[in-house]
T-cell receptor
Framework: AQKITQTQPGMFVQEKEAVTLDCTYD???????LFWYKQPSSGEMIFLIY??????QNATEGRYSLNFQKARKSANLVISASQLGDSAMYFC???????????FGQGTILTVHP | NAGVTQTPKFQVLKTGQSMTLQCAQD?????MYWYRQDPGMGLRLIYY???????DKGEVPNGYNVSRLNKREFSLRLESAAPSQTSVYFC????????????FGDGTRLSIL
């Protein structure tokens, strides 16, 4: 069984600063993918970034980067230069080899202060 | 969201009523999923369809049934709605390639009184 743990119910950050959202995972699958999604107050799920378990380099997408530490089973999301529009719920998710099913963490609410 | 259309967007039911949530895609992906999101929680998988003609249970299937009508459409049915099924329901699709992550519909907000 797969498990995702997000230990930060809420995080606060000043505009233009960087913030790290924590995610740890557990799985017995040898191959898996790790994902971060953003859910603004409007409710839609927005894909941010993906990391494959065999990828040698940490994934980056614009202001988003994924700090992947396989031995520690962690996949933290780093948002650089925070913007007011980054205020939202952030979910870490994992998919294994079984038909793309995703397991989600409980989420972290990020609030960006001006 | 482009590619995944869920209907309806909102619905209020009384306990015991039945309802079908519809999901349609135009991206020609093989796999389709139904998740539910309860307040303060992440999404949990209800049922999925790896390909046309197949369906399987996810983490929380009790009280639901699904139909993969064709490659485009995947419906979720509540036969006898219960207040515990009050939730936001998301349909998602997946191509089979991790570099193309799951795409989600905008969700259906369902309240059961």
């Amino acid at each position: 069984a797969q498990k995702i743990t997000q230990t930060q119910p809420g995080m606060f950050v000043q505009e233009k600063e960087a913030v790290t959202l924590d995610c740890t995972y557990d799985t017995s699958d040898p191959s898996y993918g790790l994902f971060w999604y953003k859910q603004p107050s409007s409710g839609e799920m927005i894909f941010l970034i993906y990391q494959g378990s065999y990828d040698q380099q940490n994934a980056t997408e614009g202001r988003y980067s994924l700090n992947f530490q396989k031995a520690r089973k962690s996949a933290n999301l780093v948002i650089s230069a925070s913007q007011l529009g980054d205020s939202a719920m952030y979910f870490c998710a994992m998919g294994g080899t079984s038909y793309g099913k995703l397991t989600f963490g409980q989420g972290t609410i990020l609030t960006v202060h001006p | 969201n482009a590619g995944v259309t869920q209907t309806p967007k909102f619905q209020v039911l009384k306990t015991g009523q039945s309802m079908t949530l519809q999901c349609a895609q135009d991206m020609n992906h093989n796999s389709m999923y139904w998740y539910r999101q309860d307040p303060g929680m992440g999404l949990r998988l209800i049922y999925y369809s790896a390909s046309e003609g197949t369906t399987d249970k996810g983490e929380v299937p009790n009280g639901y049934n699904v139909s993969r009508l064709n490659k485009r459409e995947f419906s979720l049915r509540l036969e006898s709605a219960a207040p515990s099924q009050t939730s936001v329901y998301f349909c998602a699709i997946y191509s089979g390639n991790w570099n193309q992550p799951q795409h989600f519909g905008d969700g259906t907000r369902l309240s059961i009184l």
